[in-house]
């Protein structure tokens, strides 16, 4: 298993606290504000600020036109779908049981590169997969009486998540010869302007000024979220092994669910103690060196 550089270890490690700490923020929000329109306004004020990235670091913006069908597949599966499911997932769930069930991605993601592009998996590798199912298992033990009244929120939240987990594996294999920051950058544009076509058709009549809750949550999510993390994600996803690089953000729910706990008062149980050890099998069982043969 490839280890990880200095740069990806920090990018990780931030990534993994702004997103981890995301799942309340956007519980907050969402529960103030129309969910479509929380998620598009975010994207949009987000946009700026990944372009500024792009200005200084002087990483051009121009796409081929040759790239443009590939990019929109890749903008479907890693940001659009995502997004509109999750949010509307988020709104009718608590904050850590959404983020479980979304991060449920690392598990199809392993399971899709097996299956449809006959990726080679150790026994290692198998061994966290099978750790953070147990993990997600665990996690949602006491939720499945309370699951059972939201079908249509469960679903959308596993359907999320395995479609995220197909874009992951595409955008590890991509041939586009372009910057990460370039592609993140069009493909939140794309998936900003769709969502507001969405938010404004089915959400118009909910629009409101946002209350000081919900400018936070917005900004927030513009800033971290859309300014760095997707960025972020994207560059790990392309520079590790799609399971290394899925398999090693698991601690992000775990983070979610107890944030949650802490934030917005949901309540722990047993499980989600022994979750956190799951997990952290699953990330170890994909990034911790292997013994070099001589």
Request: charged residues 10%; hydrophobic residues 60%; proline residues 5%.
């Amino acid at each position: 298993m490839q280890r990880l550089t200095q740069q990806q270890l920090v990018t990780l490690i931030v990534l993994t606290v702004v997103w981890g700490f995301n799942w309340p923020v956007m519980k907050q929000g969402v529960s103030v504000f129309p969910p479509l329109s929380f998620r598009a306004l975010s994207i949009l004020l987000g946009i700026p600020v990944l372009g500024l990235a792009l200005v200084l670091l002087k990483v051009p913006f121009r796409v081929p036109r040759r790239h443009w069908p590939e990019l929109a597949l890749l903008t479907v599966s890693n940001m659009l779908i995502w997004h509109v499911c999750i949010i509307l997932a988020v709104k009718a769930l608590s904050s850590g049981r959404a983020a479980i069930l979304g991060y449920t991605m690392p598990i199809f993601s392993a399971l899709i590169g097996a299956m449809v592009f006959s990726a080679v998996m150790s026994k290692r590798t198998w061994l966290g997969v099978a750790a953070a199912a147990l993990g997600v298992s665990l996690l949602l033990w006491h939720e499945f009486t309370g699951l059972a009244g939201r079908p249509g929120a469960v679903a959308l939240a596993l359907f999320a998540a395995a479609v995220w987990a197909l874009g992951t594996q595409l955008l590890r294999r991509s041939k586009i010869g372009l910057p990460t920051l370039t592609l993140s950058f069009w493909m939140t544009v794309a998936a900003g302007l769709v969502l507001s076509v969405l938010a404004a058709v089915f959400e118009r009549d909910q629009w409101q000024v946002p209350s000081a809750p919900a400018a936070w949550s917005i900004g927030y999510n513009a800033v971290l979220i859309f300014g760095y993390a997707h960025a972020a994600w994207f560059y790990l996803a392309r520079s590790l092994p799609p399971v290394a690089s899925t398999l090693s953000v698991m601690f992000i729910p775990v983070l979610g669910v107890f944030s949650g706990a802490l934030w917005l008062g949901e309540v722990l149980n047993w499980q989600d103690w022994a979750a956190v050890l799951l997990m952290v099998i699953a990330i170890a069982s994909v990034l911790w060196p292997a013994k070099e043969t001589a």
